[in-house]
């Protein structure tokens, strides 16, 4: 979905970012790339990466490493529960990678449809790195995962957004695919009984935290009520104590972790592994595709159409919107 | 609708409220009726205020002497533009008017449907006082209009909940009819459109303001992108500032009175008295019905089913949540 790439941005970066007062490396230097997810690439790149000599999806080099260790823990998660129903990527490498012509807002995107006995239409990660003129850089990841209409549970969205040491934006939910003033049921099952509202409350509770409000009307509909949108601020940290990178580790370490795979653990047991009981029959499914559809359509054009050619410039952002396209089918 | 009458009571009302420091009257003291809305009455008593010897709806007896002139404004002015299409109220006496045995907890009802050429279903007006037990009262005061099904147009919500003098709950919004996923046109129409945006975000802004969460997840699938759901804490103001129901006061009549005025305004205009363009068709009418039923159905069963008969005791709760359905026709 890659949820509001600008939409974001324009509240979250000040004009004048402060310099970056954490130990760990600025994000806004291209770090050589780590290779945690596959120790066979690490040691022999692919053509791919010989090619066009970048980090590939799953390294996040923009990332700090308790950051970057969780989004490859989370995929590693969704990819061993889901792997056998799920077709290798065949996106192109210039869409694998992708970066303006300076270099300095880079991105990549990873896809794998479900095969046809799967319950997952799509798998789709992606990573943004922009560095911005005022100084600092943008970062945005997420990883969201469309279930097919051989049912009709919810599909799961992570999205970080950070936009300078201090300051991150997380979204993490579970997208009802149903109306849930209509269908009391479908909340029972997937919301009340599976105790996500107890996540959402845990990380209110924390100081640092706010709730967040996107700014697109027509995105915030998509959500459920349990769904965990919030900012997290540790530039406030009391007086003695160092705020930045480090805190903020500490938070994604020790709250957004644990949170973000045991909601990812209920959506693979309740939702895409559920077993039985969530058939749509032939009329429910063109309502279903229909709000899917709509669903992701919205995602394309309120994130993507409308920011990434400004941040990527026209070529590169038509490039990645089509190959995204194709696989919405919208 | 009378959302939420205790729901929130428990994360509302601390065990031990601080003692009042407020210079307006104790709201766990009766005042002697003041008969604002209506000269006429004030001056010669109908027979039903003579019967029960307590003060009827539009008097608001236990809010600031600014909460009720609110209160008061917003219903005359929604009953000055709907006032012809309404017919008058047919509550019994001693639903007009309820209270428990000792007297702790009372509460007014006032109900007005449209006639057949209005677009209005039900116009209810509410207010309890419940004195608790461990000091302290809790407030609720609210004001809910649904329109029929001649058009899809939202209903028109007003909630305050109010536990000290320094804590109040506001609910106020345009409560959608349609799945606002599904009908972006609706949401374009009575929420983009309409700027009710700005509202919430001017809110926000304020330092004693945070978004509010409504406990039930049922309830909060009813509320629009847009809605005002917010907690108002005057009690940590600094030093040297006065607290409680003074600040209070001037939050309600510098923020959120002219804010609830003009939310008002947009839904009479756009929703309630909008001239054409929402016809609805037949096949569409059912499942419109059928989800307004939904919402108030939800309403009746978390705030009053559940909660009314603790501070009415059973028999006065039956009284009144049997007169509310007879209405809603739940």
């Known amino acids: 979905m890659m949820i509001s790439v600008v939409a974001h941005r324009f509240r979250l970066v000040p004009q004048t970012l402060s310099p970056f007062s954490s130990p760990s490396p600025s994000p806004t230097t291209t770090r050589p790339p780590r290779l945690l997810f596959s120790a066979s690439s690490s040691s022999s790149p692919s053509p791919m990466d010989a090619q066009i000599g970048q980090p590939r999806f799953m390294e996040f080099p923009h990332l700090s490493v308790v950051h970057r260790n969780l989004m490859v823990e989370i995929i590693s998660t969704m990819e061993g529960r889901l792997g056998s129903q799920l077709r290798p990527p065949t996106l192109p490498p210039d869409v694998q990678f992708f970066q303006n012509e300076s270099g300095t807002s880079q991105g990549s995107l990873y896809i794998r449809t479900g095969d046809k006995f799967s319950s997952v239409d799509l798998l789709l990660g992606s990573w943004l790195h922009c560095e911005l003129p005022s100084g600092g850089a943008l970062d945005i990841t997420t990883l969201v995962t469309y279930l097919n209409l051989s049912t009709d549970a919810p599909h799961f969205l992570l999205e970080f957004i950070q936009s300078s040491p201090t300051s ?90 644990p949170i973000a795979k045991e909601v990812l653990g209920i959506w693979l047991d309740q939702c895409a592994c559920r077993v039985g009981g969530r058939e749509v029959g032939e009329s429910e499914q063109a309502l279903l595709g229909k709000r899917d559809h709509l669903i992701k359509d919205t995602a394309v054009k309120i994130d993507l159409v409308s920011n990434l050619p400004r941040l990527f410039g026209p070529d590169v952002a038509s490039r990645v919107i089509s190959a995204i396209q194709e696989f919405f089918d919208v």
Chains 1, 2 share one sequence.
């Open 168 to 257: 991150l934006l997380l979204l993490l939910d579970l997208l009802p695919r149903k109306d849930l003033v209509l269908h009391q049921d479908y909340l029972n099952t997937f919301y009340s009984d599976t105790q996500l509202e107890r996540f959402r409350k845990e990380l209110e509770k924390l100081p640092e935290v706010q709730p967040y409000f996107l700014s697109s009307l027509y995105l915030r509909p998509i959500f459920s009520p349990t769904a965990n949108l919030i900012r997290i601020d540790c530039s406030r940290k009391e007086e003695g104590e160092a705020a930045g990178q480090g805190s903020m580790d500490e938070i994604i370490h020790d709250h957004i972790g």
